[in-house]
């Protein structure tokens, strides 16, 4: 078994994510793999960051597909015993002037943004050594979809005491009141990202209560971020950040040093904390 250290980056073919790779191969003192669903994609993305003189290694993964996720798992497990760094960036968003339902929007959305960002953390954080560190993606869209919520909705996301089990059963009816047109209604707003990030987010916020309660002498530190409005293909050309740009702060908190004990559990943009 390899002593190397290992930090994986998901959905990282193109984007931030092949930003962030880009950075990690740079700064990381250990092997670095670009992971994303499509190989083909993946070794083209490795191909380029070698080009440049860097060396990524690739690994399949789609989070949308357990198995797919558990080979990673078995993989860094016989390989490394483990993983040092996590960055859970793998993501998908329809266009604004998409005409899909919206009711399809929402459950497709929040099956990649959201419940495969959950299956990567549950089959992947036991894995994580100590000194490990966990970025998982979200979006600024996250803040503004909260502050879009009804009083009632606002104040679960926001609880101390969410319990994961409580955080997937809302996830589950915001899917379920868009199929039944009762979104608004219900205290939703009109946005299936925002409400995929609002989840990333509290997931975030509820798995670094749980290393603090299990696993607080490993000092893993675990945050959500907002990588900022990023030239890619999610954002179009308008954006204000480059892709280098986008992966500075993930890139900031996979590489908090062993001595730091914060930020954990907080939404951090532009490498600053920000309230929930």
């Known amino acids: 078994m390899s002593s190397v250290q290992v930090a994986v980056v998901t959905g990282a073919n193109k984007g931030i994510g092949l930003a962030i790779v880009r950075a990690l191969c740079r700064q ?3 092997d670095v793999y670009l992971t994303c669903r499509d190989p083909g994609r993946g070794q083209a ?5 070698q080009q440049e ?8 993964l789609d989070i949308d597909d357990l198995q797919s996720i558990r080979a990673l798992r078995d993989f860094l497990k016989d390989k490394y ?5 996590l960055v859970n960036n793998a993501g998908i968003a329809f266009k604004v ?3 899909t339902p919206f009711a399809v929007q929402a459950e497709v959305t929040l099956k990649t943004n959201f419940f495969g960002t959950r299956n990567v953390c549950t089959e992947l954080l036991p894995l994580v050594k100590p000194y490990g560190r966990v970025v998982n993606v979200s979006s600024m869209v996250s803040s503004s979809a909260l502050r879009g919520c009804s009083q009632e909705l606002q104040q679960k996301f926001r609880s101390d005491s969410i319990t994961e089990e409580e955080l997937v059963q809302l996830m589950a009816k915001f899917v379920e009141d868009t199929k039944r047109g009762v979104h608004e209604k219900e205290g939703w707003p009109n946005t299936a990202y925002g409400v995929s990030k609002i989840g990333v987010t509290v997931l975030s916020r509820i798995q670094a209560r749980l290393l603090n309660e299990q696993r607080r002498g490993d000092h893993i530190l675990l945050n959500a971020c907002c990588p900022g409005w990023v030239r890619t293909d999610m954002a179009g050309p308008k954006a204000t950040k480059s892709p280098d740009e986008g992966a500075e702060t993930p890139v900031y908190l996979a590489l908090l040093p ?7 559990g907080q939404f951090v943009s532009d490498k600053t904390v920000k309230p929930w």
């Open 45 to 49: 993305a490795v191909a380029q960051l």
């Open 258 to 264: 062993s001595s730091a004990d914060a930020p954990h």
């Open 97 to 99: 002037h998409d005409t």
């Open 28 to 30: 990381f003192p250990g």
């Open 53 to 60: 003189g860097l060396r990524p290694l690739f690994h399949q």
């Open 81 to 85: 015993g483990g993983l040092n760094v």
